[in-house]
């Protein structure tokens, strides 16, 4: 078993979903649930939404330099 965070806007790069892993997560935002589903040379995955809740973590990761949720150094 092997965990991984991924995230379709994420701060670093390397966390973002491929082709396989971002169909899976559309669901996921649809159903606001778990999904499973299998992919290839992977295996079943199981993919739940995180919600970044706390105002610390927030803030923290929409005033990151790298955040992508950021318009002209402006945290969103």
Same mark, same amino acid.
């Given at each position: 078993?092997?965990?991984?965070?991924?995230?379709?806007?994420?701060?670093?790069?390397?966390?973002?979903?491929?082709?396989?892993?971002?169909?899976?997560?559309?669901?996921?935002?649809?159903?606001?649930?778990?999904?499973?589903?299998?992919?290839? =040379?992977?295996?079943?995955?199981?993919?739940?939404?995180?919600?970044?809740?706390?105002?610390?973590?927030?803030?923290?990761?929409?005033?990151?330099?790298?955040?992508?949720?950021?318009? =002209?150094?402006?945290?969103?």
């Amino acid at each position: 078993m092997s965990l991984y965070l991924g995230s379709d806007e994420p701060i670093n790069k390397s966390n973002l979903f491929d082709a396989a892993q971002m169909a899976t997560f559309e669901e996921v935002k649809a159903s606001g649930g778990l999904v499973f589903s299998a992919i290839e =040379g992977v295996g079943v995955v199981g993919m739940f939404p995180d919600f970044a809740s706390a105002g610390p973590c927030v803030s923290c990761h929409n005033e990151h330099d790298d955040s992508p949720k950021t318009i =002209g150094g402006w945290a969103m």
